[in-house]
Nanobody
């Protein structure tokens, strides 16, 4: 049974930092490209950051470039999202997602086979 479990969310003031983790089980982690998505109320789910299977390629949405850093540790089957200089507009539910054997950056949510349950990030002004 595949599980992706996010942790590290919460409430932070604008300008602060949070580090999200996504722990995977039930799958061969290195076979999956991984993404962090977010969804704010009334908005579509959007890709925030993406990392290739071995971590050698990363991609960021323009809105988070220079502030967020995605990384992964295949030995620990865990992916991370370091979020710095947080803004109120970063408030959303954040999801991790796994894309089997992918070699491209998939921006559409339906390209990902497995999803975490989501975790709330709230940035106060």
């Amino acid at each position: 049974q595949v599980q992706l479990v996010e942790s590290g969310g919460g409430l932070v003031q604008a300008g602060g930092s949070l580090r999200l983790s996504c722990a995977a089980s039930g799958l061969t982690f290195r076979w999956y490209a991984m993404g962090w998505f977010r969804q704010a109320p009334g908005k579509e789910r959007e890709l925030v950051a993406h990392i290739s299977r071995y971590g050698d390629n990363t991609h960021y949405a323009d809105s988070v470039k220079g502030r967020f850093t995605i990384s992964r540790d295949n030995a620990k089957k865990t992916m991370y999202l370091q979020m710095n200089s947080l803004k109120p507009e970063d408030t959303a539910v954040y999801y991790c997602a796994a894309d089997y054997l992918s070699t491209v950056v998939a921006g559409e949510a339906n390209a990902y086979e497995h999803w975490g349950q989501g975790i709330q990030v709230t940035v106060s002004s």
